[in-house]
């Protein structure tokens, strides 16, 4: 099994920053893509930002030029930096993980594993 904790969450000011962190345990060996996503509250979940092992990235329209998601596979831990924050942006992120080689990194049914979330909230 593997576990996923996230973490840097909190509340920032319109236009500032938060650098989230994601910490994988147990059977690390077997992911292959991690993502984000995130859920406001009364909407579904919705992907943020993917990537492979590899380092191929894959970014939401709405997020794309001021969130970054990075890896780093010998520590086991995914990040996404956010910048520009908007009120819009308020919704509890998810870490998530799959196994699979070819799964479509956008959707949520392509992910075998979660993290517990963390709130992010942007006021303005």
């Known amino acids: 099994q593997v576990q996923l904790v996230e973490s840097g969450g909190g509340l920032v000011q319109a236009g500032g920053s938060l650098r989230l962190s994601c910490v994988a345990s147990?059977?690390?060996?077997?992911?292959?893509?991690m993502g984000w996503f995130r859920q406001a509250p009364g909407k579904e979940r919705e992907f943020v930002a993917g990537i492979r092992y590899g380092g191929s990235t894959y970014y939401a329209d709405s997020v794309k030029g001021r969130f970054t998601i990075s890896r780093d596979n010998t520590k086991n831990a995914l990040y996404l930096q956010m910048n520009s924050l908007k009120p819009e942006d308020t919704a509890v992120y998810y870490c998530s993980a799959t196994r699979s080689w070819a799964a479509n990194l956008v959707v949520t049914a392509s992910y075998d594993h979660w993290g517990q979330g963390t709130q992010v909230t942007v006021s303005s």
């Open positions: 147990g059977r690390t060996f077997s992911i292959n893509a």
